[in-house]
T-cell receptor, first 114, second 112 residues
Framework: GAVVSQHPSWVICKSGTSVKIECRSL??????MFWYRQFPKQSLMLMATSNEGSKATYEQGVEKDKFLINHASLTLSTLTVTSAHPEDSSFYIC??????????FGPGTRLTVT | SQKIEQNSEALNIQEGKTATLTCNYTNYSPAYLQWYRQDPGRGPVFLLLIRENEKEKRKERLKVTFDTTLKQSLFHITASQPADSATYLC???????????FGGGTRVLVKP
């Protein structure tokens, strides 16, 4: 498998501010990482595919200017929620995918916007 | 439209029995299907992957079947234990891009 970490595990921010979430692949060089969002009692929804050294690919309905993704190295992808609002409060989870298609997820980041 | 359906009702089961979960899909042609376990406030944990040309996969007390004609996967936990209590998610994938689409999950509660 692969070991994935996220930082921070939880964050509270005020409405209108920006928050950065880090996703690290600790034992695997990931050219591709994925970012998901999960609202309470709902399943995971893919937000975007993060590609090392190139632009992220966003799913339909996800605002790329609001959710900035940077995949600057093979072990780190960051998601920045810009001008956060209470409706952005959610559980954000990243994953890496092996060549065998298995995906390994980070522990998630709980974002609360007040 | 595309759908992935899992039983939204929680599955309550006695310790030692076999838990069987279903995952049905429509308007998908997945190359593979994966099952994950998720505990509250945690990220999903990979359990098993089964490819479109495979009928069954096993790992310890877990078994997955995949019927592309019925468009259904069954997930079995044999000799269930209270520690197996969690939400179980199925996810469909296509080879290109490795993207996964998740079902809504089924919560399993194993009672001692």
């Amino acid at each position: 498998g692969a070991v994935v970490s996220q930082h921070p595990s939880w964050v509270i921010c005020k409405s209108g501010t920006s928050v950065k979430i880090e996703c690290r692949s600790l034992d695997f060089q990931a050219t591709t990482m994925f970012w998901y969002r999960q609202f309470p009692k709902q399943s995971l929804m893919l937000m975007a595919t993060s590609n090392e050294g190139s632009k992220a690919t966003y799913e339909q309905g996800v605002e790329k200017d609001k959710f900035l993704i940077n995949h600057a190295s093979l072990t780190l992808s960051t998601l920045t929620v810009t001008s956060a609002h209470p409706e952005d409060s959610s559980f954000y989870i990243c994953s890496v995918s092996l060549a065998s298609y298995e995906q390994y997820f980070g522990p998630g980041t709980r974002l609360t916007v007040t | 439209s595309q759908k992935i359906e899992q039983n939204s009702e929680a599955l309550n089961i006695q310790e030692g029995k076999t838990a069987t979960l279903t995952c049905n899909y429509t308007n998908y042609s997945p190359a593979y299907l994966q099952w994950y376990r998720q505990d509250p406030g945690r990220g999903p944990v990979f359990l098993l992957l089964i490819r479109e040309n495979e009928k069954e996969k096993r790992k310890e007390r877990l078994k997955v079947t995949f019927d592309t004609t019925l468009k259904q996967s069954l997930f079995h936990i044999t000799a269930s234990q209270p520690a197996d209590s969690a939400t179980y998610l199925c996810a469909l994938g296509i080879a290109a891009g490795n993207k996964l689409t998740f079902g809504g999950g089924t919560r399993v509660l194993v009672k001692p």
